[in-house]
C-alpha cells in the first residue's frame, strides 16, 4: 500500500495519529495500521482535542485546589508537553537553529538533524513558552476553551503544510509517513476549524485567517531555506500555530 494511501478514512486512523503525535499507552496497532498514516493525518485535530482535554483536566484540578492562574497554566503547558513528549518544541528549536544557523540549503538540513541545540533555538523555546505562558495566565481565568481550539487549530494545519510542501529530505520522519493528499489536508482544516468554532465562537473568523497568514509565512519560508518540508517543520507548524490562536484570543474585539 502506498504512504499516500486514498481509502476513505477509518477509525483506526484516529489510533494512529495518537501514536504519530503523542506519547499515550495505546494498545499495539497492527502493523497495516502504520501504512495508513498518511492518510491519518485528517484526524490530527481531534489529536489536538485530546491533549487539550488532558492538559485542561490538570489546569482545572489546580484551580480548584486554590493554586494561582499562573500556577495552573504553568501545569497545562507542563502536560501539554509531557502528553507529546515535548516533539513539537524540539522541532521548533532546530527549524530555528538551521533556518539561521546555516548558509545553504544542505547546511541547515544538517544543523536541523544535529541532536545539539544553539543560541536561536535555546531562545525561541524561551520566548515561545514564555508567551504561551502568559496568555495561558490572562486566558484561563474565563475558561479552558483557547486551549481547546489552540490544540485543535494548531495540528489542523499540519497536514495543510504535508500536503503544500514537498518532503525537503528523501529520509527522517516526515518521509516516513508520506504524503498527505489535498483531501487529507482539507478534511483536516474543516475538522479543525469546526471544532474550534465550538470553543471561539464568531472569534474563529479572525484566528483563522491570522493563523492561515501566520503558518503560511512559515511554509513559504520553509521552501525558501530548505526547499520544503521536514518533521521539525511541522513541529515548528504546531507551535507557532499555537501560539498565534493563544494571542489572537487574548486581542480585543472591535465594537
Not at 10 to 15: F, Q, V
Not at 223 to 252: F, K, W
Request: include cysteine; charge should be positive.
Amino acid at each position: 500500500m502506498r504512504k499516500s494511501d486514498t481509502a476513505r478514512p477509518r477509525p483506526i486512523d484516529l489510533m494512529v495519529a495518537t501514536a504519530l503525535l503523542t506519547r499515550l499507552p495505546l494498545p499495539r496497532l497492527p502493523d497495516r495500521a502504520f501504512a495508513r498514516q498518511a492518510r491519518a493525518v485528517w484526524a490530527f485535530p481531534l489529536v489536538g482535542a485530546l491533549v487539550a482535554v488532558f492538559a485542561s483536566a490538570f489546569g482545572y484540578i489546580a484551580l480548584s485546589a486554590g493554586l494561582p492562574v499562573t500556577v495552573a497554566s504553568g501545569i497545562v503547558l507542563t502536560a501539554q508537553i509531557a502528553v507529546t513528549g515535548a516533539m513539537h518544541e524540539d522541532g521548533l528549536a532546530d527549524t530555528v537553529d538551521g533556518f539561521w544557523g546555516g548558509w545553504t540549503r544542505d547546511r541547515r538540513l544538517e544543523i536541523m538533524r544535529d541532536s545539539a541545540i544553539g543560541t536561536y533555538g535555546v531562545l525561541a523555546l524561551i520566548l515561545s513558552l514564555g508567551l504561551r505562558w502568559a496568555a495561558l495566565t490572562a486566558l484561563l481565568p474565563n475558561g479552558f476553551y483557547p486551549v481547546f481550539a489552540a490544540a485543535i487549530l494548531s495540528r489542523a494545519v499540519v497536514p495543510v503544510v504535508m500536503a503544500a510542501l514537498p518532503h525537503a529530505r528523501s529520509d527522517g520522519l516526515s518521509h516516513s509517513v508520506g504524503t498527505a493528499t489535498r483531501g487529507n489536508a482539507m478534511l483536516a482544516a474543516l475538522l479543525g476549524l469546526g471544532l474550534a468554532g465550538v470553543a471561539l465562537g464568531p472569534l474563529i473568523v479572525p484566528v483563522g485567517l491570522c493563523l492561515g497568514l501566520v503558518v503560511g509565512a512559515l511554509a513559504w519560508l520553509a521552501h525558501i531555506r530548505i526547499g520544503g518540508q521536514t518533521g521539525d517543520v511541522l513541529g515548528t507548524a504546531q507551535q507557532v500555530g499555537e501560539l498565534s490562536v493563544l494571542l489572537m484570543a487574548l486581542a480585543p474585539m472591535p465594537t
